[in-house]
Structure formats: structure tokens, C-alpha cells
């Protein structure tokens, strides 16, 4: 039997206090429920309402990419300073701590390697294993406009409806080809197709008029970092993303291929997260190098 409460303290119902629910934080994602918000809030700072992810998926497709030899060496360090890991099943379990304590976004579709048709992709795991592991969310590329387009789209939906099930987001991808453009009409159609699909987020590529990609898409939109550039045109990426509209990065070899990584991703937290001034990011970078 449970102890009778014996306190002699009065009890406060606080009747002059009405409860309230305040909005979630995040474009497009009021209407989640608890878990897939809890999910969300740990991939998006509530604070400043963006994220910064680290990138190192690329293997799936190719193999040991410049920088990710040995992942367990050179992204250790920088995990500290991410808010969301982006990887694959198998670097999870085999060369990161479970102590890291960052959310993990986990790549969720693959097949072709980059000496086959990249679009031609499945989904590689099964929404258990995502449990299992305790991903925030996982991650789907689509091919819209690709030779296996239909495929890859069926891909995400299939993948969304298991997540739902389970409070899990689905991180939607767009894939751009050698033979689709890359500008905003292209993007904009991507991204609106994977949000009315249901992806909880998008990831994109920034390009001119990108205002309109993001006014257009009804979920939070992260940039992807893409081919390696200078630092500070890097850094000058990110920010110009933030002010029209995107809600984070999604950074890999603009930090992981810098001269400085630790020194680099740190300069992009304060833009991200600080609205800090590309020239002061740029300059907290250098300074970090030379230490």
C-alpha cells in the first residue's frame, strides 16, 4: 500500500494559474506528437531554433572518402561541437562512443555505389534497428526528376509510415543529379514534394532565390555543405542560407576536408547559433588554427 500523505503543508492547486500549451518551436511541426517533438528538440537547438549537423555518410556510396579514413579518429573531436550526428548504421556501432550524447540522424536509404546509377536506391534498414540504436530520426535521399524518381519517393513513404508508428522523424533528402539543374525552381519543387509527402525536415542545397525554396516548404529546411570551399565562403554559405530561411546546416567536407575541423565547425556554431558575422566567424577560425 502506498504512504498516506501526512504532510502538514497546505496544498496549491495554483487556481489562479491556467494551464497552457505553448507552440512547439519548430516550422510545420505543432501538430507531432510528443515523441517525434522530443526528437526534433534534440536535433534543433529550442533556443536558437537551428542545428548544426555533421555529415559523415558518405561512405555508403563511396567508399572512404578524404577525410574519413578512420572515422573513429577524425570525427571524434568534432562531435562535441555538433548538434546532430548524420551517419550510417555501421559507423554508429563500430566508431562512435555511446557516451557522445549528440542526437544521431541515420541514413536510412542505399544500394548503388558511384560506379552504378546512384538513384537507383532502396531503404538499407528497418525502422527496429533505428530503435534499437535511439535515433533521432532518419534520413532518405530522393531522386526527384532521377531515373528511379517513383522509387526513391516510395522509399520515403514506406519509411514514414514505419516511423510514425514511433515517434521518429524522417529526414528528407534531395538528391540532384549531374543532369538536373541546380536553382530554386528545381529545389523548391523537390523540397515541397517531400514536405507534402511527410518529411518531418529537408535537406538541400542552397542556391540563388533560396528565400522562395524556403518560404515555399512547410517544414524546416538544412542546407547541405556540398563540394569543399575556402572556410570563410563556407561560412559565408551558411549565413546567407539563415537569413532566407534555411534552419540549420548539414555540413560534412567543409568541416571534416578544413585545414583546422575542430577549429572550423566552431566558427559555424557561432553562425548558426549566434547570428555571428561571417567576419567574426572567419577570424574566430584563423585564430583557433593557430593555436
Same mark, same amino acid.
Given at each position: =500500500?502506498?504512504?498516506?500523505? %501526512? #504532510?502538514?503543508?497546505?496544498?496549491?492547486?495554483?487556481? *489562479?494559474?491556467?494551464?497552457?500549451?505553448? !507552440?512547439?518551436?519548430?516550422?510545420?511541426?505543432? #501538430?507531432?506528437?510528443?515523441?517525434?517533438?522530443?526528437?526534433?528538440?534534440?536535433?534543433? +537547438?529550442?533556443?536558437?531554433?537551428? %542545428?548544426?549537423?555533421?555529415?559523415?555518410?558518405?561512405?555508403?556510396f563511396q567508399g572512404p572518402t578524404t577525410g574519413l579514413e578512420r572515422i573513429d579518429v577524425s570525427i571524434r573531436p568534432l562531435a562535441l561541437f555538433a548538434d546532430a550526428l548524420m551517419l550510417t548504421r555501421g559507423a554508429l556501432r563500430t566508431m562512435i562512443e555511446?557516451?557522445?550524447?549528440?542526437?544521431?540522424?541515420?541514413?536510412?536509404?542505399?544500394?548503388?555505389?558511384?560506379? &552504378?546509377?546512384? #538513384?537507383?536506391?532502396?531503404?538499407?534498414?528497418?525502422? *527496429?534497428?533505428?530503435?534499437?540504436? +535511439?535515433? #533521432?530520426?532518419?534520413?532518405?535521399?530522393?531522386?526527384?526528376? @532521377?531515373?528511379?524518381?517513383?522509387?526513391?519517393?516510395?522509399?520515403?513513404?514506406?519509411?514514414?509510415?514505419?516511423?510514425?508508428? $514511433?515517434?521518429?522523424?524522417?529526414?528528407?533528402? %534531395?538528391?540532384?543529379?549531374?543532369?538536373?539543374?541546380? *536553382?530554386?525552381?528545381?529545389?523548391?519543387?523537390? %523540397?515541397?514534394?517531400?514536405?507534402?509527402? @511527410?518529411? /518531418?525536415?529537408? &535537406?538541400? $542545397?542552397?542556391?540563388?532565390?533560396?528565400?522562395?525554396?524556403?518560404? @515555399?516548404?512547410?517544414?524546416?529546411?538544412?542546407?547541405?555543405?556540398?563540394?569543399?570551399?575556402?572556410?570563410?565562403?563556407?561560412?559565408? =554559405?551558411?549565413?546567407?542560407?539563415?537569413?532566407?530561411? /534555411?534552419?540549420?546546416?548539414? =555540413?560534412?567536407? +567543409?568541416?571534416?576536408?578544413? *585545414?583546422?575541423?575542430?577549429? !572550423?565547425?566552431?566558427?559555424?556554431r557561432k553562425v548558426v547559433h549566434e547570428n555571428m558575422p561571417v567576419r567574426e566567424a572567419y577570424q574566430l577560425y584563423q585564430d583557433l588554427k593557430n593555436q
Amino acid at each position: =500500500m502506498p504512504e498516506t500523505d %501526512t #504532510s502538514s503543508k497546505q496544498k496549491n492547486f495554483h487556481t *489562479d494559474v491556467v494551464q497552457t500549451s505553448e !507552440m512547439f518551436f519548430l516550422k510545420g511541426s505543432n #501538430s507531432y506528437d510528443w515523441g517525434m517533438k522530443n526528437r526534433l528538440a534534440r536535433i534543433f +537547438n529550442p533556443d536558437s531554433g537551428k %542545428t548544426v549537423m555533421l555529415a559523415f555518410d558518405h561512405g555508403y556510396f563511396q567508399g572512404p572518402t578524404t577525410g574519413l579514413e578512420r572515422i573513429d579518429v577524425s570525427i571524434r573531436p568534432l562531435a562535441l561541437f555538433a548538434d546532430a550526428l548524420m551517419l550510417t548504421r555501421g559507423a554508429l556501432r563500430t566508431m562512435i562512443e555511446p557516451s557522445t550524447g549528440r542526437a544521431v540522424v541515420m541514413r536510412a536509404s542505399g544500394g548503388p555505389s558511384i560506379l &552504378k546509377e546512384l #538513384s537507383n536506391e532502396h531503404l538499407a534498414i528497418d525502422v *527496429d534497428d533505428a530503435l534499437r540504436m +535511439n535515433v #533521432s530520426a532518419v534520413a532518405v535521399q530522393v531522386f526527384i526528376g @532521377g531515373p528511379f524518381e517513383t522509387q526513391t519517393v516510395n522509399n520515403m513513404t514506406r519509411l514514414i509510415d514505419g516511423c510514425m508508428r $514511433y515517434g521518429i522523424p524522417v529526414l528528407g533528402v %534531395t538528391a540532384v543529379g549531374k543532369e538536373l539543374t541546380r *536553382d530554386a525552381r528545381y529545389i523548391g519543387l523537390a %523540397t515541397r514534394i517531400l514536405a507534402e509527402l @511527410g518529411a /518531418a525536415f529537408v &535537406k538541400t $542545397y542552397f542556391v540563388p532565390g533560396f528565400e522562395t525554396v524556403t518560404a @515555399g516548404c512547410p517544414v524546416p529546411i538544412v542546407i547541405a555543405g556540398g563540394k569543399k570551399l575556402p572556410e570563410k565562403d563556407a561560412l559565408q =554559405m551558411a549565413r546567407d542560407a539563415l537569413a532566407q530561411g /534555411a534552419c540549420g546546416v548539414d =555540413m560534412g567536407r +567543409n568541416i571534416f576536408q578544413s *585545414d583546422a575541423p575542430v577549429a !572550423m565547425i566552431r566558427a559555424v556554431r557561432k553562425v548558426v547559433h549566434e547570428n555571428m558575422p561571417v567576419r567574426e566567424a572567419y577570424q574566430l577560425y584563423q585564430d583557433l588554427k593557430n593555436q
